[in-house]
């Protein structure tokens, strides 16, 4: 749906000759009906890069091509028309204080000149899908913010666009109205076939609603993919770092306090397994301790939720001796589960 190919923007940096590079040379592909997030850090480039895809801001080099079209090239007339058929929405809402919910809605299609029963029409459906029908006629003073929100989506889709795009459009909000707004875009992105294109700063949104993903980072895209791929592989340094605390990592502090780092006789092993999916389950774990007839006890485990399949870890504790240990490892590698010795203990 959207391609970048070799984009760079750069701005001129205050009054000085010298200039900003905000993107460099940024190849970036979303897949249609897709919903593609863009995660990175303050000044990472994500706004530079959302402006681009409405042309706002037109690329220094490289193309931009929206719905197989190059819009750098485009004059303002059939740019308008681009902009048409892409709907956005913002942090802070940006409804007209002085409309009603109905009436915000309705704003894009007042200007596109299109006649007031034909918005009745368009705008009542979009009033119920994001299950506001009651508040047609309250001003967004008397809504809440997630309401609020709800309508700024609505206004989105009244042009009926192909493409959504979203701008920290959860950020304003509370995790749970954050987890309802993610519903109803994935819920728009399923239902109407829309791609969305979000960009925000927060991990839990990614993880919750993209099924595609990029991390940009200094201007660069430094990794991009499915989402589960990118973050349950061997990600990039700013990828975990931007990933943090992911549950599925590390190892709890009462383990990691008595562990020993070499072996000595009588000390069990312990064993942190990753999954990904569902191959970790405990019937395998339990044949795993018959068939090499040892003794395996489940120490820790976390999981995390990413694009809504479990990643995480288990960690085991095993009384076996390093050529069982071996023979275990190839038996969980067999199961698709990798697996490393992280100490020993008593
Ligand atoms: N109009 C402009 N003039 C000069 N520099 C700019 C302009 N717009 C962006 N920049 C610079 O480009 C870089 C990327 O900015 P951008 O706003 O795209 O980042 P961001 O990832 O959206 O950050 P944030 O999450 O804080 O909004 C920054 O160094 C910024 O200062």
Do not use: C, W
């Amino acid at each position: 749906m959207v391609a970048f190919e070799g984009v760079s923007k750069r701005f001129a940096a205050g009054r000085t000759s010298a200039e900003v590079a905000a993107l460099d040379g940024v190849d970036l592909i979303v897949p249609r009906g897709s919903v593609t997030g863009i995660i990175g850090r303050s000044g990472a480039g994500k706004s530079t890069l959302i402006r681009l895809v409405n042309g706002l801001e037109k690329p220094t080099s490289g193309r931009v091509v929206v719905d197989g079209v190059n819009i750098a090239g485009l004059d303002e007339k059939k740019l308008r028309d681009v902009r048409r058929s892409i709907g956005m929405i913002f942090q802070h809402f940006n409804l007209l204080a002085s409309r009603t919910a109905f009436d915000n809605i309705a704003l894009p299609l007042e200007i596109a000149g299109i006649d007031r029963p034909t918005i009745e029409k368009r705008v009542t459906p979009l009033l119920d899908l994001v299950g506001l029908s009651d508040k047609r006629d309250r001003y967004p003073s008397e809504l809440s913010g997630g309401q609020k929100q709800r309508i700024g989506i609505a206004r989105a889709l009244a042009t009926e666009p192909k493409l959504l795009l979203s701008d920290e459009a959860t950020s304003a909000l509370d995790p749970e109205t954050t987890r309802s707004i993610l519903a109803l875009l994935k819920t728009i992105n399923k239902e109407l076939g829309l791609t969305v294109l979000l960009i925000t700063h927060e991990m839990e949104v990614i993880k919750t609603i993209a099924d595609h993903v990029a991390v940009i980072d200094g201007g660069r895209i430094v990794e991009q993919g499915p989402t589960f791929d990118v973050f349950t592989g061997h990600t990039h340094a700013t990828t975990r770092s931007l990933l943090g605390g992911l549950a599925g990592l590390h190892l709890p502090e009462f383990l990691t306090r008595q562990m020993v780092e070499k072996p000595e006789p009588g000390l069990r092993t312990i064993l942190r397994i990753i999954f990904k999916g569902e191959n970790a389950t405990e019937p395998m774990l339990a044949r795993l301790g018959s068939d090499l007839g040892i003794e395996v006890n489940i120490m820790a485990g976390a999981v995390d939720e990413i694009a809504g399949r479990p990643f995480g870890m288990l960690v085991v504790s095993l009384l076996a001796d390093e050529a069982k240990i071996t023979h275990a490892r190839s038996f969980l590698a067999d199961h698709g589960l990798s697996s490393e010795v992280v100490g020993y203990v008593r």
